[in-house]
């Protein structure tokens, strides 16, 4: 069904505007038969000839995003619809496209803006509203999810799709039975406990959140990574939260439990403590003191392991043996880079982030070698996870600006050269501002 998968071009009569240059419209042609045929990486070829033809093709570049995400490119590929909409902000198939890649993704945030956009260049198509229903109940926006789906049975008349429209039915009769949303302030139970091994309190005390609708949605995603045992995942989740929402107890409480459970006692301390000075809740302080007693006793275990013939160090111990092989990883990583071994740095780097998921400068060097090895779309994720982590830092800002020229997107990557240029961060350096500077004024 065309409502639960990328759509493509495939007729040239559909294309808007005048028709392009003849190089560039034949390269478009040959590769939207052979996206037809399934031979991908000769589409791919194509469209690419296309667009160096043609820079801002948005049907090429939308083609290629097809073709990545037939791949399993993800990533790559809603980067290619992000930079067709660019180039045409109303090339409707691209915002289908997208909406589609990005809930396949679970960034139904992402999803929901480009079937909102879609539905509104094409509000006759009933698998727009599918889209719809589908990302705004994802997000757990039931009474949107509900007015998509009514408008896609509404619309929805071919006979081959009637099992979709049961689906929505079911979907819309079982949100109106749900208990309308709080909109300013919610309470929602903590975390479960992490495993044994972390030890931290298995309380769960009901904890009262005030905060956007993003911020809840960044929680829910970390309980379901940590549920999933996926818990570098989930900590990320959860500093999206912390980031956006600095004095949420609910997320800094479980960020601290994400990084018990991989090891981070001192971190995790860190965020019980802020939950302390935050909250008067007699429950939640008290789970957040029983946890940091216990993080400070595995502190202690850990510093004994380290240095058996010594008493542990007064107040927050040296890097505990992880974090150090983390660092030894880290600057063999850099090494590499210097000598041009990004297969090699990878390694290195993807290891000392697997021993310290919160090493900030891992992942601007990481960056770097996705940079080195081609692989730009891994790169951007990489300085963004690095800005997450740590804000203060520039590095990462020139490295986005790079991937994203890379992967053709000149107006993200001009805001980040200029956001590199102007900083002050200790880690700037004059000769890369004065480049970034030159590249941003191209991009113009």
């Known amino acids: 069904m065309l409502a639960r998968s990328i759509l493509v071009t495939f007729a040239v009569a559909v294309l808007a505007g005048a028709a392009p240059p003849g190089p560039a419209k034949?390269?478009?042609?040959?590769?939207?038969?052979?996206l037809a045929e399934n031979r991908l990486d000769e589409a791919?070829?194509?469209?690419?000839?296309?667009?160096?033809a043609r820079p801002g093709y948005a049907e090429a570049i939308n083609g290629l995003g097809s073709v990545l995400f037939k791949q399993g490119k993800k990533e790559e590929a809603i980067a290619q619809f992000k930079a067709a909409i660019e180039a045409d902000p109303n090339f409707k198939l691209a915002h289908f496209n997208l909406g589609y890649a990005a809930r396949k993704s679970e960034d139904f945030g992402t999803a929901a803006r480009a079937y909102e956009k879609y539905t509104q260049l094409d509000p006759n198509d009933p698998d727009g509203y599918y889209g719809l229903g589908e990302s705004y109940r994802q997000l757990g926006q039931s009474s949107k999810a509900v007015a998509a789906y009514e408008q896609f049975v509404a619309k929805e008349t071919r006979p081959s799709e009637q099992k979709w429209v049961d689906k929505a039915k079911e979907y819309i009769a079982a949100l109106k039975k749900?208990?309308?949303?709080?909109?300013?302030t919610e309470v929602i139970a903590a975390a479960a406990a992490p495993p044994s091994s972390a030890s931290p309190s298995s309380a769960q005390p009901t904890i009262a959140v005030v905060g956007s609708a993003a911020v809840t949605r960044q929680i829910a995603e970390g309980d379901r990574l940590m549920e999933e045992k996926k818990y570098r995942d989930a900590s990320f989740s959860y500093l999206d939260a912390v980031n956006a929402d600095p004095n949420n107890?609910?997320?800094?409480?479980?960020l601290g439990n994400s990084y018990a459970?991989?090891?981070?006692?001192v971190q995790a301390i860190e965020r019980w403590n802020k939950v302390l000075q935050l909250t008067s809740d007699a429950a939640v302080r008290k789970s957040a003191q029983d946890n940091i007693s216990r993080a400070q006793a595995k502190v202690g275990q850990l510093s004994m392991t380290a240095q058996p013939n010594q008493s542990p160090p007064p107040g927050p111990p040296a890097l505990d043996p992880t974090r150090s092989q983390a660092?030894?990883?880290?600057e063999q990583g850099v090494r590499q880079i210097g000598a041009r071994d990004y297969g090699g740095a990878m390694q290195s780097l993807t290891q000392a982030i697997?021993?310290?998921?919160?090493?900030?400068?891992?992942?601007?060097?990481?960056?770097s070698a996705n940079i080195g090895l081609r692989r730009y779309s891994e790169a951007a994720a990489d300085y963004e996870s690095a800005i997450r982590l740590d804000g203060s830092m520039a590095s990462p800002l020139y490295g986005l600006g790079e991937a994203l020229r890379a992967m053709g997107r000149s107006t993200d990557a001009k805001q980040y050269y200029e956001r590199y240029a102007s900083s002050a961060a200790a880690?700037?350096?004059?000769?890369?501002q004065r480049e970034a500077r030159q590249k941003a004024d191209k991009l113009r």
């Open 44 to 52: 791919a070829a194509a469209y690419r000839a296309a667009i160096a």
């Open 249 to 254: 107890v609910e997320a800094l409480f479980k």
């Open 26 to 34: 034949i390269s478009f042609e040959r590769g939207e038969q052979a």
């Open 261 to 265: 459970v991989l090891g981070y006692y």
């Open 327 to 330: 660092r030894t990883a880290y």
């Open 354 to 367: 697997q021993l310290e998921p919160t090493l900030a400068v891992a992942y601007v060097a990481r960056g």
């Open 427 to 432: 880690d700037v350096r004059p000769e890369l």
């Open 178 to 184: 749900e208990s309308p949303p709080v909109s300013k």
